[in-house]
């Protein structure tokens, strides 16, 4: 079983690494087998290599990530609330977020799934 504080501790080095623009921080949270589904209906990511390509593409827009709330942690699962803040399609955007994160017992991430959709998308002033 993973251990509670080591989920929570990976979901703050998950806002941190976004802070820094460093996708190899937030790949470094994952199982050589770990998948990534963001948003929930899309076609996941499967392995580092492709999760590392798709971390590298979110980083790529200067997106930064705000937690609205504390880290719930239940069992092998972590699940917490927070916005992303970047820029798209020209305008500043704020994203409302839910993910979850799915852990194995060496506290890697082994399932990210990402509840947002368009009606979660905002425009902000610039």
């Known amino acids: 079983m993973p251990d509670p504080a080591a989920m929570g501790a990976a ?3 998950y806002v941190a690494a976004f802070a820094a623009h460093d996708a190899e921080r937030v790949v470094a949270l994952y199982a050589d ?3 990534v589904e963001d948003p929930i209906g899309t076609p996941a990511y499967a392995g580092k290599a492709a ?3 798709f971390y590298e593409g979110s980083i790529a827009t ?3 990530l705000e937690l609205n709330g504390p880290v719930r942690v239940v069992a092998d ?3 917490f609330a927070f916005s992303v803040h970047l820029e798209w399609q020209g305008a500043k955007q704020r994203i409302d ?3 979850t994160f799915r852990f194995n017992a060496d ?6 799934r990402a509840y947002w959709g368009p009606a979660n998308m905002h ?3 610039s």
């Open 11 to 13: 979901v703050h080095e």
């Open 33 to 35: 087998d770990a998948v």
């Open 51 to 53: 999760i590392r390509a």
């Open 62 to 64: 200067g997106a930064t």
């Open 77 to 79: 699962y972590a699940a």
């Open 97 to 99: 977020v839910i993910d």
């Open 107 to 112: 506290n890697k991430v082994v399932e990210m």
């Open 123 to 125: 425009a902000l002033a």
